[in-house]
Nanobody, 128 residues
Framework: QMQLVESGGGSVETGGSLRLSCVAS????????MGWFRQVSGKQREGVAG????????FYADSVKDRFSISQDDAKNTLYLQMDELKSEDTAKYYC?????????????????????WGQGTQVTVSS
């Protein structure tokens, strides 16, 4: 089973930056499509950014477009989410997810039901 471990969360003020990391280990073959999701208590999990790894294509939710950037370091089996110009509404627990099915990245919109592998999440808190 593939393991995904997120890190890099923390508390920042509005306008600050954080970089989240997601390290994959174990069986890491099922990473055709990977994504970052976030969830606030009582609300549905939201897709934030995705990367179609084999196609080299990235996409973002409108709420984070131009502020967040997803990238990967294959040598380290690590996925990153660079978050700049953070706002209070970005406060959430952020999750890394992966799937071996290309269709999860085919539409450019992340659906959490298409991702069988998940990390435990890392908390991001943005204060005014």
């Amino acid at each position: 089973q593939m393991q995904l471990v997120e890190s890099g969360g923390g508390s920042v003020e509005t306008g600050g930056s954080l970089r989240l990391s997601c390290v994959a280990s174990g069986y890491i073959g099922d990473r055709i499509c990977m994504g970052w999701f976030r969830q606030v208590s009582g609300k549905q999990r939201e897709g934030v950014a995705g990367i179609y790894r084999t196609a080299g294509r990235s996409f973002y939710a409108d709420s984070v477009k131009d502020r967040f950037s997803i990238s990967q370091d294959d040598a380290k089996n690590t996925l990153y989410l660079q978050m700049d110009e953070l706002k209070s509404e970005d406060t959430a627990k952020y999750y890394c997810a992966a799937t071996g099915y290309a269709r999860a990245c085919s539409s450019g919109i992340l659906d959490d039901s298409g991702f069988p592998f998940w990390g435990q999440g890392t908390q991001v808190t943005v204060s005014s």
